[in-house]
């Protein structure tokens, strides 16, 4: 597990969150830690390094 910092497309907090470096691409949706709205995340790692991050807001 690895700890990536960013910022929410919602309220620009800074927030973090643990990723799996195990698995070689993710796509998955959480919740912001700050005010609860729902984030996409996309994530790859090659050979257990961050090679892409990117987080979305999802319209409601």
Known sequence: MEEHFFQCPYCW????MLLDTSVSHQTYVEDCEVCCNPMELSVNYDNAV????SV????Q
């Open 50 to 53: 961050l090679s892409q991050f």
């Open 56 to 59: 979305a807001s999802i319209e």
């Open 13 to 16: 907090e800074e927030i973090s």
